[in-house]
């Protein structure tokens, strides 16, 4: 059995302790990873634990772009044996390739290459990938994401090969669920269940528990996306500018800038140059400094109205699973327009996005008439359950909703999308006739929810994925803490211990 990791920066130190697990409890020797970040690599090279019998270097590949001869009639080749349908979801997936965010702040929006390069970068990737599949011949491959030309080209290449494909994500508090397939469904087809009926009934109790305590008392999955962990009004934002906390920053951007003069990554493609950071950071502190509350609207809860939870972005939930509908404010338009007369159309900003959007996006929001931009410190939960109406692109807020028994329509690949009750809006023509249906017709369906839970807790484990990622400073505390991760791992694959 072998095992291959997408180790992308913080996750390659959890990836590596899932591999160390897995060699100590399973007897598991065999793996390969592809790398992003050299730091990352470097650890991964230098560390005395395991033997990967290749690491992959991301940053590695992507210089080869500038010797390479473009060759169309390979990129044909490319496309015919692997397109989705043609080549251009490996590109527009890519935040840093189709944007510059991430090297830049958002709403930076300029690609610092051409289209010739763009398509150098594809075949240069494409063919170490492929090779470096065709050589090290994994099992599984395990993602934490799939974001870039990199991953997504190695997900679709390892699929037809016939690898299995895994995702380690989130989807309940304290939960780690793995996902499978194209869309990141969590019910796989093609593995039935294995749940003894005692341990399906435990399961289903397990359900039944979870819904009763998550409807008296609603929690997000994802803790710190609550406006109270948020800078989401001008005070918050504006503290930086108290004497400590910029002396603080001061020293910060002066280690800065002494690590990017001694840093061997500095010249990779994915290294944020610092006087980028401060020339983004500049512009964002002015926009704070001008703040958003004269566009915010009163939320009146005795109103009919739907819900639009903006999603935050450059992320793969928009660009790897929502690859046409990444404009939010157009979807906006659209769903303002698709609603019954009399309804209104409430807008709320995701609690991290606050200091990043410009106001000339929700000032072109705010031009739809019937739309209500409502002030972000409010709780999305409070929304929700006012609201008739629940649409969001791939939102974790569309799941949340789910559970609380409310009508949802989706426009990507949501994971929630499984459940027949969830509608997906293909096209924007086939809307209003679809929220006529949810509204009017909506065929809520608890058992199959519960069933749907029941598939959620098999293929989960208790860990809570996103505080062990955030804690990187004790590397056997996380070890423990990622067991039971790596125990269902084995329990997909079909190692024993």
């Excluded at 807008?347 to 972000?376: D, Q």
């Amino acid at each position: 059995m072998k095992i291959c990791f997408f180790l992308q920066r913080r996750f390659a130190y959890l990836g590596h302790n899932l591999a160390i697990i897995l060699k100590e409890k399973y007897g598991v020797s065999d793996f390969c990873g592809y790398v992003n970040l050299r730091s990352s690599f470097n650890f991964l090279s230098s560390q005395k634990d395991i033997k990967y019998s290749n690491l992959l270097l991301d940053e590695d590949i992507q210089k080869k772009y500038k010797e390479e001869t473009l060759d169309l009639n390979y990129l044909q080749w490319l496309e015919k044996e692997y397109g989705t349908p043609n080549l251009w979801p490996y590109i527009a997936v890519d935040r840093i390739i189709m944007s510059n965010q991430l090297l830049r702040e958002y709403p930076y929006d300029k690609p610092p290459y051409t289209h010739e390069e763009m398509l150098r970068l594809l075949q240069v990737m494409s063919k170490s990938i492929l090779s470096f599949l065709e050589k090290e011949k994994p099992d599984a491959i395990f993602f934490s994401v799939i974001g870039s030309i990199g991953t997504n080209l190695l997900f679709h290449m390892a699929e037809k090969l016939g690898v299995r494909c895994y995702r380690i994500a989130n989807c309940l508090k304290d939960l780690t669920t793995i996902t499978y397939g194209p869309n990141l469904s969590l019910i796989n087809p093609m593995e039935p269940s294995v749940l003894t009926d005692a341990q399906q009934q435990q399961l289903l109790i397990k359900s039944k528990t979870f819904l009763e305590q998550y409807r008296s008392k609603p929690v997000s999955y994802y803790i710190k996306s609550d406006p109270q962990y948020q800078q989401t009004n001008q005070t918050r934002q504006l503290q930086i500018l108290l004497p400590k906390n910029l002396l603080n920053f001061v020293k910060w951007i002066f280690r800065y800038f002494y690590n990017y003069l001694t840093d061997e990554s500095r010249f990779d493609y994915t290294y944020i140059k610092p006087w980028y950071y401060l020339i983004d950071g500049l512009k964002r502190k002015i926009r704070n400094i001008v703040g958003l509350n004269d566009l915010y609207d009163e939320p009146d809860w005795n109103e009919d109205f739907a819900f639009f939870p903006l999603q935050f972005e450059p992320e793969s939930g928009l660009l790897h699973v929502a690859y046409f509908k990444t404009n939010q404010l157009e979807t906006v338009k659209q769903v303002a327009r698709a609603l019954p007369v009399g309804y209104k159309l409430y807008v709320k900003e995701h609690p991290t996005m606050v200091m990043y959007r410009p106001r000339s996006f929700y000032k072109e929001l705010k031009k739809n008439p019937n739309v209500k931009l409502i002030n972000p410190t409010t709780k999305g939960f409070d929304v929700i359950s006012q609201a008739k109406l629940i649409t969001t692109i791939t939102g974790s807020c569309g799941w949340e909703a789910t559970l609380l028994k409310k009508p949802v329509i989706t426009f990507g690949q949501a994971f929630y999308n499984q459940l027949s009750f969830i509608k997906k809006c293909r096209a924007f023509e086939d809307l209003p006739q679809m929220v006529k249906e949810q509204l009017e017709n909506f065929n809520y369906d608890e058992n199959e929810l519960l069933e749907y839970l029941i598939k959620i807790f098999e293929s989960s484990a208790p860990v809570d994925l996103i505080s062990v990622w955030d804690d990187a400073s004790d590397s056997q505390r996380q070890k423990r803490a990622l067991e039971p991760l790596a125990d269902l791992i084995a329990k997909k694959l079909g190692i024993k211990a």
